[in-house]
């Protein structure tokens, strides 16, 4: 101790000692700095300051709009986030309500809230990019909220169809589209819509568009307990969706039309469940199909993002990486030849059976840690991978570690 206490009095030790402090103290993050596993890669800041950011969408190259859940939508324009919102909604901000999901075509912006108000309802509206800010606001899709307040699902994507494909959770509802048997209706809840974005209805080949159901004929899949991703394979333009499970199997599932993910009787394959399809609710053109991939421990999967880029090589190409909130890991998965499921390599048999069930199959398929809470992933224009980081307030971009590109902060 009396040795430290000397050490201690060299002025230059001081020096360091109070620099090290105020640059943690100044960034916050420096100690935290996110890991990537492949030594090819790096992560670096594109850009801090966000309040609990939770969807971006790429407008052009130099142009990102970001979403905080409290009901802002802010600009990042040539790597500099603009101090002013680009428009803000209001939105109860309860459990996981918010403004949550983001989907764009062209200058068309699609987003997904929890609207504030007498009544609360989970609400899809189009806007206009000007260039500046969002304008004229339409309304797509008017969905329930309550009870909640959790299970709000919110991601949207549209596909290359040009229909607008929407998730929501179950919000804590116990019907048909639950697999209650003797359960109400369809309501709007635990389902993917696909929808025409011009004025929210049906799409003329849902699987259940000739039900003689309203309601129904704009679903393209349900049983879907929650969700924070939903994206389209590049190359077949096949749906895919993460789904949380309760205390067991979180799940990676390829959506078919008229996809039945099983909730609230199966989670995780169903061979593990005790059940069989039989006790299932079942609807004319429905199917219910095990997931893809699941975690027995749920980490809280995600977003999910097919890398539509070659920039890291053949081996990442329009393959998968999945975020979770457990734990800020990036997960990556490979899918195989006829891209209807994944395949791993010869260190990775544990896999084999497609759950995840210990640590060291668990760490097998870690890309990158040290993210916090990730909420979206997304590629870029110029063919990168980001990483929006909810807990920090920060979004990341994965490059080559050869890349000499400059990126503001």
Do not use: C
Request: hydrophobic content about 35%.
């Amino acid at each position: 101790m009396r040795n430290f206490s000397n050490f201690l009095k060299t002025g230059a030790v001081i020096l360091f000692i109070i620099s090290s402090f105020i640059y943690i103290g100044y960034f916050g993050y420096a100690d935290a700095q996110p890991v990537i596993n492949d030594p090819n890669m790096t992560a670096e800041m594109v850009t801090e300051g966000l309040s609990s950011p939770t969807s971006i969408a790429f407008m052009d190259s130099n142009n990102i709009l970001v979403l905080e859940k409290s009901g802002s939508v802010r600009l990042i324009s040539n790597g500099v986030l603009q101090e002013q919102p680009v428009l803000n909604v209001p939105v109860d901000t309860e459990n996981e309500r918010g403004l949550l999901g983001i989907a764009t075509q062209d200058a068309t912006v699609f987003l997904y809230f929890t609207e504030s108000g007498q009544t609360l309802r989970n609400k899809v509206y189009q806007y206009t990019w000007n260039g500046e800010g969002l304008v004229n606001p339409k309304l797509i899709l008017d969905l329930p909220a309550i009870p909640g307040p959790n299970h709000n699902a919110g991601k949207l994507v549209m596909g290359p169809d040009h229909y607008l494909y929407v998730i929501i959770g179950d919000l804590n509802h116990d019907g048909k589209l639950q697999n209650f048997l003797d359960g109400p209706e369809p309501d709007d809840t635990g389902v993917i819509f696909k929808v025409n974005p011009n004025d929210g209805s049906a799409a003329p080949n849902n699987p259940f568009v000739n039900s003689g159901n309203s309601a129904l004929s704009r679903y393209y899949a349900y049983g879907i307990r929650n969700s924070f991703g939903i994206t389209i394979d590049p190359v077949t333009n096949m749906l895919w969706d993460t789904e949380n499970g309760p205390s067991e199997y979180d799940e990676v599932n390829l959506v078919r039309p008229g996809f039945n993910s099983g909730w609230q009787t199966v989670m995780g394959p169903i061979s593990t469940s005790g059940q069989t399809e039989d006790e299932l609710v079942s609807f004319q053109g429905s199917h219910y199909a095990d997931p893809v991939f699941s975690w027995k421990s749920p980490p809280a999967v995600t977003d999910i993002e097919f890398l539509h880029s070659s920039k890291f090589g053949d081996k990442y190409a329009n393959n998968i990486f999945i975020g979770d909130n457990n734990n800020g890991n990036v997960y990556y998965l490979e899918v195989n030849d006829d891209r209807t499921g994944l395949k791993f390599d010869t260190s990775q048999t544990g896999l084999n059976d497609l759950v995840v069930d210990n640590e060291e199959e668990l760490s097998s398929i870690i890309f990158g840690s040290g993210f916090a809470s990730i909420t979206d992933i997304a590629t870029s224009p110029d063919g990168f991978l980001y990483i929006v980081s909810f807990e920090d307030g920060i979004i990341y971009r994965i490059t080559p570690s050869s890349s000499n590109q400059i990126v503001a902060k």
